[in-house]
């Protein structure tokens, strides 16, 4: 097995695909490694309607589509890999996956995106499936006339608690704060709905039950006062985190932990780049994380050329 | 039918078959949804290399699929996918919601033995 590459990039959403195809396309050799399923958070996402070009699309199938364009370029896709070792700086950079296989590259690309956040409380884990979701529209329908807790405040937060009030009785926002961050539109239209209704400056300490989940204790921020509430589900919204750990103490990262890039998305490490959601930046959509991929790929493929050429004159 | 590359089991008949010809059944019952899709696409990874295991899906919303929603090992389960995982016919495991690689091969290695490839 061929275990060098000219670039190896690191995740395999909408920014890593992105370069892949770029990279495949000017014939210079790149591996994909990625830890989930490939397509990140396109595939988490039902319906896609803002990309330019396609009036519709499901996330899924665009994951796809972007997968299989990669591949025909000849690009290597690895998915479902653990990186166990990782050696960024000097020349060659070295990657080992599942403890097993070692990689080596001239450059990489991280475009590792995020996860959602999750609550970080008692129970969250045990009720994940039963009771807790974080996906409206692949659960929703488990909670038919019955009563859930949508948490957020954002964009997101709203406008799922909206369309979780086709399925539920009742639908509870509990936020932490005693505004919303969501635009004013989705506020309104929440505030419109009769079955939502709202706790405001709180927050969800602790989710209890038996088999699946049954109430939630809450605690209000301001009181500190803390109550019990049944519910049935509860859909959590509360923003995304960007998956850096990984990188922390090698890659300069920012009080967020997302990754610190100059204009061309090089970080501090000469050879390493990054793009998408994993990166400082104010919008996090699939085109602007394929934007990112594009630079990020040419730049990387820049560099590696660069770095070809000195070697034969040396 | 469900745009996998795994066997597809579309009734209850097949369901019982596919218990009875195969020791060790992991059936991912779910949609083509954000939640489902990661699993069977780890699914179709694992079938080369776990040869001891029956890999299969189910689709969630057809009438026979209440072999596997109606399970008492399901019941509390509010989140897609229902995985089963059979053991000569009886269930050893049952997950819901989006599991990843790791939950799922530890699920494989502890019930079916790891003598994968
Ligand atoms: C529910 C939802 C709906 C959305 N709707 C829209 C929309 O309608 N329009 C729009 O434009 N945008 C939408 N977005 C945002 C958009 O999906 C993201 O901004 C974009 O997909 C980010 O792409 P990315 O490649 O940067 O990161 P991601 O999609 O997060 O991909 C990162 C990949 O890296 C992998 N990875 C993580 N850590 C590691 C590691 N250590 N090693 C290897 N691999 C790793 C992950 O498994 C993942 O596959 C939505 C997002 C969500 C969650």
Redesign the pocket.
């Known amino acids: 097995m061929n275990n060098h590459y000219d670039i190896i990039v ?8 992105t370069a892949g195809i770029y990279l495949s396309r000017a014939k210079v050799s790149t591996l994909i ?19 330019p070009g396609i009036e519709n699309i499901s ?1 899924y199938e665009l994951a796809r589509n972007m997968k299989t364009q990669a591949q025909k370029f000849g690009c290597v896709i690895k ?1 479902n ?3 166990t070792g990782l050696k960024l700086n000097g020349e060659l950079k070295e990657i080992t996956i599942n403890n097993k296989d070692t990689f080596t590259s001239h450059a990489v690309i991280v ?6 956040r999750a609550v970080g409380v008692p129970g969250e884990e045990i009720f994940k499936g039963k009771g807790i979701s974080y ?1 409206a529209t692949c659960d929703g329908d488990f909670f038919t006339d019955k009563e859930i807790i949508v948490v957020g405040g954002g964009n ?1 937060a709203l406008e799922e608690a909206v369309s979780l009030t086709k399925y539920a009785s009742k639908v509870t926002i509990v936020h932490q704060f005693d505004h919303f961050q969501a635009l004013e539109h989705y506020v309104a239209e929440a505030k419109s709905n009769p079955k939502i209704n709202f706790v405001m400056e709180s927050k969800i300490i602790e989710f209890m039950g038996d088999e699946s989940l049954r109430k939630v204790r809450i605690e209000n921020r301001a009181t500190n006062e803390i109550s019990e509430m049944n519910v049935n589900g509860v859909f959590i919204f509360i923003g ?1 985190v960007p ?1 850096t ?2 990188f922390e103490g090698m890659i300069d990262l920012n009080e967020y932990k997302e990754i610190i890039v100059d204009k061309n998305l090089a970080t501090n490490i000469p050879g390493v780049y990054a ?4 990166i400082v930046k104010r919008y ?6 394929v934007a ?2 594009t630079i990020a790929a040419l730049s990387a493929s820049e560099y590696v050329n660069n770095l070809k050429k000195e070697l034969v004159t040396v | 039918m469900l745009r996998t590359n795994l066997t597809h089991v579309l009734s209850n008949q097949e369901h019982a078959e596919l218990l009875q010809e195969n020791e060790n059944v992991m059936i991912c019952c779910g949609r083509m949804g ?1 939640m489902c899709i990661p699993v069977y696409e780890v699914m179709e990874e694992l079938e080369g290399e776990y040869t001891n295991v029956k890999f299969a899906d189910m689709e969630f919303d057809s009438p026979d699929a209440k072999v596997i929603r109606n399970l008492p090992e399901c019941r509390g389960f509010a989140g897609l996918p229902f995985v089963v995982y059979y053991k000569n016919g009886q269930v050893v495991k049952a997950t819901s919601s989006i599991q990843s690689r790791d939950q799922i091969t530890e699920i494989l290695d502890q019930h079916f033995g790891n003598n994968h490839k």
């Open positions: 690191i995740g395999g959403g909408a920014a890593g695909l490694l990625n830890e989930g399923a490939v397509g990140g958070q396109m595939v988490l996402t039902h319906e896609i309607a803002n990309y996330g998915s890999i653990k990186i475009a590792t995106g995020g996860k959602p996906c997101s995304y998956n750990a990984k793009a998408g959601d994993s996090r959509q699939v085109t602007t994380a990112d991929g | 954000p």
